[in-house]
């Protein structure tokens, strides 16, 4: 069983920026790839940014690349996602997503489908 809270969310003017956390607890946080997710309302769950394990690799949707960062800190077992430049449109619940599996490619790791463990989300709101 896994754990996984977010912390860092808030309400920021637009062009500001935001440094999400997500800790997890449970089990060893080295063995997932993590995964940050986002739902606004009305909207489906989209895929926002990955990490594979090691965190050599990384995945961003393309509406936030260059925007955002993410990253993992093993011996915290944290993962971040540093959100700047922040519009509007990413005005969203996040939550980050732990996969057990041992892929680490695309298609797996921006499918939610695939995740195993779920924060309850932290609120992000960019005022206009």
């Known amino acids: 069983q896994v754990q996984l809270v977010e912390s860092g969310g808030g309400l920021v003017q637009a062009g500001g920026s935001l440094r999400l956390s997500c800790a997890a607890s449970?089990?060893?946080?080295?063995?997932?790839?993590m995964g940050w997710f986002r739902q606004a309302p009305g909207k489906e769950r989209e895929f926002v940014a990955a990490i594979s394990r090691s965190g050599r690799t990384t995945y961003y949707a393309d509406s936030v690349k260059g925007r955002f960062t993410i990253s993992r800190d093993n011996a915290k077992n944290t993962v971040y996602l540093q959100v700047n430049s922040l519009k509007p449109e990413d005005t969203a619940v996040y939550y980050c997503?732990?996969?057990?599996?041992?892929?680490?490619?695309?298609?797996?790791?921006?499918?939610?489908?695939?995740?195993?463990?779920w924060g309850q989300g932290t609120q992000v709101t960019v005022s206009s």
């Open positions: 449970g089990r060893t946080f080295s063995i997932y790839a």
């Open positions: 997503a732990a996969d057990l599996a041992s892929g680490s490619s695309y298609m797996r790791l921006t499918n939610w489908r695939e995740y195993d463990y």
